[in-house]
């Protein structure tokens, strides 16, 4: 029987640390939420992977390095590391690491190189070739993967322990499982997964990201970026998988899963988006957290009816994880710490999540960390903001675990990784839960040039992983807990009754936005706000939003008074410049000053591209909530 540590005393006692926020920034608690839970003990420990080759140079993979002959992995390879989820009868997880070194063909070790899916074993075993680790795809013949796409980020196994979701393409090993010696790479079938997007069903379809599967192995969630007058946007969808031996209509014509059944997960005939004008009163605002705003779909809850998405914010520049139910659209948000939250996983029993956060490292504070700021400028700085968080190739994302009522209090979760001191590790997308609710699988990148050194005033750390290696992949023990039993799901209906069928050749909706005007914010207790919208010239978007507030009040124990404008620039649809200019303090029912707000006498200018989130600004934006101060990150750290 595990026994269970109680209590903050205890825990400290065991690792020294606490991860609770402090007064100034602590949340309201829900009345309906019940008590935080108590810490609990946690240990982490390194996953086995393939010795590190001395170097990319072909052959440098020697038998000296690896006397099994079954290759070496690249000292670097943080562009395409994912750890994957669990095989469902656990001790297995799935995981992408690339191969170099490998000697010319036709030595056998040859297959071992490039970017390709392994088993590791978590539990201490090896396989039968004496290794603890096992490559599902090295050495697949062409003719097995015909057609595939290239994407092949987080691996998901399926819970028939035989196929795994691979990016955009499913891998198959027939009648064998995938951690049983009988699956070899020669019996592994890769089929791509295509989206239809032509009313005649030509072409190769429309490219997809960022997949996650429905437990109930029938459906999956994706996001497809869009590119409308000049602006960037991405929706989620919910689609059916298909699989088609023989496909007559669209390329390539190989073995491969269609989606069918697709639904947006927006609805433009809806003239209520988060932000909205009101019905009743054209001249007054609302803003309206209930409706679901799905930005990126990031998973699903284990019973199948929740979806987890990152969307439009419930507060000024705080970005985080929301979830909706699939059948009423009901709206539900999961955290509300000031940082940004995105990558996660929902336990098996939907008690827990673990999610990848920024807390901690106060990255987004300057921009997030006073609450209840409405989020009306969002309208156009949602996508530079939420980009902040990393520095090009550097994280800021830690593993933490979180109760199903989120944050709340001086409650924001624990650190899985609260014993970790080594500087420079962060977290990478996506964790994963095993199938009892006892572990947790995820994969760490230590921060690598340019993101430090160089011209960067951030030095490099010196990686003391086997050879160097800058990326690991960890394996979090909830040493404490019973083991709980997954459940299997019945295949949910294809409608999302708040979304819209997707119909091939259709055009991408724009995402309304309220008119250009002047408009009254009201607060849910008292005061207001007087609202500026302006459009651009060729009206295609919002260009400025300017708001000023006069005791602007949602909970009648907070007041917030002064003024706020921001103003975006477009270079491309993905390169944005940010002019803000801010100057608002919150104060509390006795006058005290509790938070301010404020840019320098030449306001705060953010420059930033989506993709590549080389932090780039010009002047200062400095947030103060009680005695703590926050300044934005110096330029390219």
Not at 96 to 117: E, H, I, K, R
Not at 215 to 244: E, K, M, W
Not at 339 to 351: G, I
Request: include cysteine.
């Amino acid at each position: 029987m595990r026994t269970r540590t109680r209590g903050l005393a205890a825990l400290v006692a065991l690792v020294g640390i606490t991860t609770f926020l402090s007064p100034a920034q602590a949340a309201p608690a829900s009345s309906a939420a019940p008590p935080p839970p108590a810490p609990e003990r946690i240990t982490v420990k390194r996953l086995p992977l393939p010795p590190t080759a001395p170097s990319n140079e072909a052959g440098s993979c020697t038998r000296a390095v690896n006397p099994r002959g079954t290759g070496c992995v690249s000292a670097d390879w943080a562009a395409t590391m994912r750890a994957g989820g669990f095989l469902p009868e656990g001790g297995v997880v799935t995981a992408n690491v690339t191969f170099t070194g490998a000697p010319a063909a036709p030595d056998p070790a040859s297959v071992y190189s490039g970017s390709q899916l392994i088993a590791v074993r978590t539990d201490g075993k090896t396989f039968p070739d004496g290794d603890a680790w096992k490559c599902l795809t090295c050495g697949t013949p062409p003719e097995n993967r015909q057609g595939m796409n290239p994407d092949i980020s987080y691996p998901q196994p399926f819970a028939d322990g035989r196929r795994v979701l691979w990016g955009t393409n499913i891998l198959d090993c027939g009648p064998h499982r995938l951690a049983s010696a009988a699956c070899t790479p020669a019996r592994v079938r890769i089929h791509p997964i295509r989206w239809n997007t032509k009313a005649d069903g030509s072409g190769a379809g429309s490219t997809i990201r960022e997949l996650r599967l429905h437990p109930d192995q029938v459906h999956l969630g994706f996001n497809a970026t869009s590119i409308t007058a000049g602006r960037f946007d991405q929706y989620g969808y919910f689609a059916r998988l298909r699989f088609d031996p023989s496909p007559t209509t669209g390329t390539p014509r190989v073995p491969r899963y269609d989606l069918e059944k697709v639904t947006r997960m927006f609805d433009p005939a809806t003239t209520e988006q988060p932000v909205h004008v009101d019905p009743k009163d054209s001249s007054k605002l609302v803003f309206d957290a209930s409706v679901p705003s799905v930005g990126e779909l990031r998973g699903f809850s284990k019973d199948g009816k929740e979806v987890f998405y990152v969307g439009f914010p419930a507060e000024s520049s705080n970005m985080d994880l929301m979830a909706a139910d699939l059948r009423t659209g009901k709206v539900r948000r999961v955290t509300s710490d000031p940082e940004y939250t995105d990558p996660m996983d929902s336990s098996p029993d939907d008690r827990w999540i673990v999610a990848l956060d920024t807390r901690g490292s106060d990255r987004m504070a300057f921009m997030s960390g006073m609450s209840g700021i409405p989020p009306i400028t969002d309208l156009l700085s949602t996508s530079a903001v939420s980009s902040v968080r990393n520095n090009g190739g550097r994280r800021f994302f830690q593993p933490y675990l979180i109760d199903r009522h989120g944050d709340r209090g001086r409650y924001q979760g624990q650190r899985l990784n609260y014993a970790n001191t080594s500087p420079g590790w962060n977290a990478g997308a996506d964790p994963r839960w095993s199938p009892d609710g006892t572990a947790v699988v995820y994969h760490e990148r230590l921060v690598s040039a340019p993101a430090c050194g160089g011209a960067n005033p951030l030095p490099c750390p010196v990686s003391e992983e086997p050879g160097g290696r800058r990326t690991r992949l960890m394996l979090a023990e909830l040493v404490e807990r019973e083991p709980v039993r997954a459940r299997p799901v019945k295949p949910v209906s294809d409608e999302l009754p708040w979304g819209t069928p997707y119909v091939p050749g259709s055009a991408v909706p724009e995402r309304p936005y309220p008119p250009q005007g002047t408009y009254t914010l009201r607060g849910k207790a008292s005061g207001g706000a007087k609202v500026d919208i302006v459009w651009d010239d060729a009206r295609t978007g919002v260009k400025t939003v300017s708001l000023r507030y006069t005791h602007y009040s949602d909970d009648g124990r907070t007041f917030l008074d002064g003024t706020e404008s921001v103003t975006r620039v477009s270079h491309s649809s993905t390169l944005t410049t940010l002019d803000w200019s801010s100057d608002l303090v919150k104060t509390g029912r006795n006058g005290r000053t509790l938070a301010t707000k404020k840019t320098g006498a030449d306001g705060f200018h953010l420059t930033i591209d989506l993709w590549d989130t080389v932090f780039q600004a010009t002047g200062t934006l400095t947030t103060t909530v009680g005695r703590r101060t926050y300044h934005q990150p110096a330029n390219g750290t």
